[in-house]
């Protein structure tokens, strides 16, 4: 039905910039909230930023200022650009989506997530 693909991850040095994508695909009415959560190990899942379908943004206290979400509602993408990067935003990277989707003549909303993609801080 709907599928999120996150790209852009790596390995990076302390201070160093990476910029995380994810794209939605499938028989998407509408793409309502979008955002990025962080795993790393031995931790739970925690929000990294959010954004609405109006632009609204959230971020969490340990990212802002560093991090910078946004979206291209056309193409049902969203980004994430991470900057001055440190040793603790290691993770693997999640993408969320707060997505509406097309089943015949009704629609039904639902939360989708990606896969994951690595980000290692190190030097």
């Known amino acids: 039905q709907v599928q999120l693909v996150e790209s852009g991850g790596g390995l990076v040095q302390p201070g160093g910039s990476l910029r995380l994508s994810c794209a939605a695909s499938?028989?998407?009415?509408?793409?309502?909230?979008m955002g990025w959560y962080r795993q790393a190990p031995g931790n739970e899942r925690e929000l990294v930023a959010t954004?609405?379908?109006?632009?609204?943004?959230n971020y969490a206290d340990s990212v802002k200022g560093r991090f910078t979400i946004s979206r291209d509602s056309a193409e049902n993408t969203v980004y994430l650009q991470m900057s001055s990067l440190k040793p603790e935003d290691t993770a693997a990277y999640y993408c969320?989506?707060?997505?509406?989707?097309?089943?015949?003549?009704?629609?039904?909303?639902?939360?989708?997530w990606g896969r994951g993609t690595q980000v290692t801080v190190s030097s």
């Open positions: 954004i609405t379908s109006g632009g609204s943004t």
């Open positions: 969320y989506g707060d997505i509406t989707i097309a089943i015949g003549r009704s629609s039904v909303r639902r939360d989708y």
């Open positions: 499938g028989s998407i009415f509408s793409t309502n909230g």
